[in-house]
């Protein structure tokens, strides 16, 4: 399985990017997807996360409202919208999955296979 992240970038306060996370190797219709982020100094930490066929979604507290996690199975991609972006949501981002099909994993542990990150730089 492979997965790769795209679409980091600096952005002022407030501002908005579109993170994409491309996936190979497996179904992906199959298995459930998810964010993680981590800020220098920070433990990395859940983002959101979303069922196999979308139809579910989880947010972390920090981002609810703000962010929208979607996902595109005819491309083998998941998103990752984040709007009204602020200093702290500066990070490294992770798009991440696991061996499971069809179940769905929120929390920021016991994932399988994890994109190479993208940096999300959030100005003041």
């Keep these: 399985v492979q997965l790769q992240a795209s679409g980091g970038g600096l952005v002022q306060a407030g501002g908005s990017l579109r ?27 859940f983002v959101a996360a979303i069922s196999w066929s979308g139809g579910s979604t989880y947010y972390a507290d920090s ?11 005819a491309k083998n991609t998941v998103y990752l919208q984040m709007n009204s972006l602020k200093p702290e949501d500066t990070a490294v981002y992770y798009c991440v999955t696991d061996e499971s099909r069809f179940q769905l994993r929120v929390g920021a542990l016991g994932y399988d296979y994890w994109g190479q990150g993208t940096l999300v730089t959030v100005s003041s």
């Design 19 to 45: 993170l994409s996370c491309a996936a190979s190797g497996r179904t992906f219709s199959s298995y459930a997807m998810g964010w993680l982020r981590q800020a220098p100094g920070k433990e990395r930490e």
């Design 63 to 73: 981002v609810k409202g703000r962010f929208t996690i979607s996902r595109d199975n």
